[in-house]
């Protein structure tokens, strides 16, 4: 079974500029979370999709922004970026379920740095 | 809110001693505790989780955790440290079954040395 992919691995981009990260969860999984990994802050939560709807968010300002496909897929759109914004972007995918047994299953990141 | 506090950004052992790593959470609700590892360029890898069913939480590589309510502690142990174990190790809080929105500690390296 296929892990968590993340594309792309590394991105660059300069101040003002947006950008998008994609997320394709372990099939099955209907459920995708994003969190942002920094030096600084360190994890924090950014939004959870289920079933192509946002089910929970965390607290970034609105150039954040997300969607799911009927897929399951992912995707992450920061706009007018800043340079605090560069950091390691985690995906995470799980059935959405809940309960005793639910696991996330993260993928490796998308590291971007804004210029 | 929910909180986890992680005692010692930086943590060294020689092989084969015994791993501690600290994780002390703050929680109105009974709450879910977790324990993950992040390996260089990778991303989280669940050691063990506590919901509940017992207070001895035994998770993947040897490591196991113990839920303690009166020190609202959950430690995360193992008897005897290998090279492979140096990694940063993040505890984690969420205060439901869904387990999507954790709130992270802010993690300990873990340093092993022959």
């Known amino acids: 079974k296929a892990g968590v992919t993340q594309t792309p691995r590394y991105l660059i981009k300069t101040r003002g500029q947006q950008v998008t990260l994609s997320c394709s969860p372990i099939s099955g999984h209907r459920s995708v979370s994003w969190y942002q990994q920094t030096p600084g802050q360190g994890l924090q939560f950014l939004f959870e999709y289920f079933s192509e709807t946002q089910r929970n968010k965390g607290n970034f300002p609105g150039r954040f922004s997300g969607r799911q496909f009927s897929n399951s897929r992912s995707e992450m759109n920061v706009s007018t970026l800043e340079l605090g914004d560069s950091a390691l972007y985690l995906c995470?995918?799980?059935?959405?379920?809940?309960?005793?047994?639910?696991?996330?299953?993260f993928g490796s990141g998308t590291q971007l740095s804004v210029l | 809110a929910q909180s986890v506090t992680q005692l010692g950004s930086h943590v060294s052992v020689s092989e084969g001693a015994l791993v501690l790593l600290r994780c002390n959470y703050s929680?109105?609700?009974?709450?879910?505790l977790f324990w993950y590892v992040q390996y260089p360029n990778q991303g989280l890898q669940l050691l063990l989780k506590y919901t509940s069913a017992a207070t001895l939480v035994k998770g993947i590589n040897g490591f196991e955790a113990e839920f303690k309510k009166s020190e609202t502690s959950f430690h995360l142990t193992k008897p005897s440290a290998h090279m492979s174990d140096a990694a940063e190790y993040f505890c984690a809080v969420s205060k439901n079954t869904g387990f999507q929105k954790l709130v992270f500690g802010t993690g300990t390296r873990l340093l092993v040395s022959p």
């Open positions: 929680s109105s609700v009974p709450p879910y």
């Open positions: 995470a995918s799980s059935s959405g379920q809940g309960g005793p047994n639910e696991k996330l299953f």
